[in-house]
């Protein structure tokens, strides 16, 4: 077994401990999730996954595969328990990343897919960034954290370095980061 094939383990390990965590935040009714950001963000996964797949990502792109099954779950428990906003940015997202895999269809070049839910990606996790403002302790700041540490994991498991391979888990590493900021400096805030 490669270094690659452990690391892309390792990561896919910490990624279901953090998704354990924010399911069990779910559970008992700390966080709740925006269902339809979190619908946009398992439709990005599978054509992020998609790209970084055909693109020879190897055990590097195992995470997102991974991911599609939880934003979708995470949507799925949202819907059920009525956490269902459609919200302007969302729609931007989603449109983005369909652009995207229009645009990777007709020109047979993953990495337009990859820059375009790259950036759907920042668009979409705005109305969380604008809950986590007003209600900090309804997110999972430690959850969200550990994404810091399983997608550089999964990058360093890519087994081809390339634009289109890490530009998408890089992304997400710099959206999730100014999410866990965001939630602490407020939940800072409000208790002082």
Not at 36 to 58: E, K, P, R
Not at 110 to 119: D, F, T
Request: glycine letters at 6%; hydrophobic letters at 50%; aromatic letters at 18%.
């Amino acid at each position: 077994m490669d270094y690659k094939t452990i690391l892309g383990g390792i990561s896919i390990a910490i990624q279901l401990f953090a998704y354990f965590i924010y399911f069990k935040g779910i559970y008992n009714g700390k966080t709740k999730p925006h269902a339809f950001t979190w619908f946009v963000w398992g439709v990005l996964s599978i054509i992020g996954f998609s790209a970084i797949y055909t693109s020879n990502g190897g055990a590097g792109s195992w995470l997102t595969f991974v991911n599609i099954i939880a934003c979708f779950a995470v949507a799925t428990i949202g819907i059920v328990q009525k956490h269902v906003k459609y919200d302007k940015y969302d729609w931007l997202a989603l449109f983005g990343a369909l652009l995207g895999a229009g645009l990777w269809w007709i020109t047979k070049n993953p990495l337009y897919a990859v820059i375009l839910i790259s950036i759907s990606d920042f668009i979409c996790v705005i109305p969380t960034l604008r809950k986590a403002y007003r209600f900090p302790f309804e997110e999972n700041a430690l959850s969200f954290s550990m994404a810091l540490m399983y997608y550089p994991l999964s990058i360093l498991a890519l087994e081809s370095l390339t634009v289109t391979t890490w530009l998408y888990p890089a992304s997400i590493v710099f959206t999730d980061m100014f999410l866990v900021c965001m939630i602490l400096w407020r939940r800072k805030t409000l208790t002082k």
